[in-house]
T-cell receptor, first 108, second 114 residues
Framework: GQQVMQIPQYQHVQEGEDFTTYCNSS?????IQWYKQRPGGHPVFLIQ?????EVKKQKRLTFQFGEAKKNSSLHITATQTTDVGTYFC????????FGAGTTVTVRA | NAGVTQTPKFQVLKTGQSMTLQCAQD?????MSWYRQDPGMGLRLIHY???????DQGEVPNGYNVSRSTTEDFPLRLLSAAPSQTSVYFC?????????????FGPGTRLTVL
């Protein structure tokens, strides 16, 4: 399957601050999905991006697909304790291939 | 709808034992898959199925068998458990499996092999 690299692996954020996590590929991606996994839980689908340059927002979360469709980003504004967890990007081309994830912890 | 269910939630095995992890979905999804999750490595695909009677290997299939006799069920069998198979196992399903399909995950089975 297609390989996607996520950075950073860990993100320690002060409550109220913004942060961004990135998903990069060396090849053009057909689509990119983002999932969130709370500690002790299972991955839950957040959003899907398909078009070049696409930007989608979910409240404080902004997802972007690069113009060349080789990278994607998730930006969270005004981080809250509810944002704690691991965020995965994944490529769905019959075998869903996951990045290693960005694990987010929040300092109150 | 119960969604995707997995049993057991926790399991401890001794090296060499065999067992079956159960997975079932009630959403009439054609596509089902098994992943294992290890720290720092994301989720890695073990086996998947695009419909009843059809299975294929994923990224890390060695030591695992699957079968898909019905649309609803997709059990994962560990033939002879090894400590390297200590992991969290997730079953997932989706309508067709490719392209823009959303994957729905079960709650996971936490397996320890001693």
């Amino acid at each position: 399957g297609q390989q996607v690299m996520q950075i950073p692996q860990y993100q320690h954020v002060q409550e109220g601050e913004d942060f961004t996590t990135y998903c990069n590929s060396s090849t053009t991606l057909s689509n990119i999905q983002w999932y969130k996994q709370r500690p002790g839980g299972h991955p839950v689908f957040l959003i899907q991006l398909v078009k070049s340059g696409e930007v989608k927002k979910q409240k404080r979360l902004t997802f972007q697909f690069g113009e060349a469709k080789k990278n994607s980003s998730l930006h969270i504004t005004a981080t809250q304790t509810t944002d704690v967890g691991t965020y995965f990007c994944a490529v769905n081309d019959y075998k869903l291939s996951f990045g290693a994830g960005t694990t987010v912890t929040v300092r109150a | 709808n119960a969604g995707v269910t997995q049993t057991p939630k926790f399991q401890v095995l001794k090296t060499g034992q065999s067992m079956t992890l159960q997975c079932a979905q009630d959403m009439n999804h054609e596509y089902m898959s098994w992943y294992r999750q290890d720290p720092g490595m994301g989720l890695r695909l073990i086996h998947y199925s695009v419909g009843a009677g059809i299975t294929d290997q994923g990224e890390v299939p060695n030591g695992y068998n699957v079968s898909r006799s019905t649309t609803e069920d997709f059990p994962l069998r560990l033939l002879s458990a090894a400590p390297s198979q200590t992991s969290v196992y997730f079953c997932a399903s989706s309508y067709k499996g490719y392209g823009t399909d959303t994957q729905y995950f079960g709650p996971g089975t936490r397996l320890t092999v001693l």
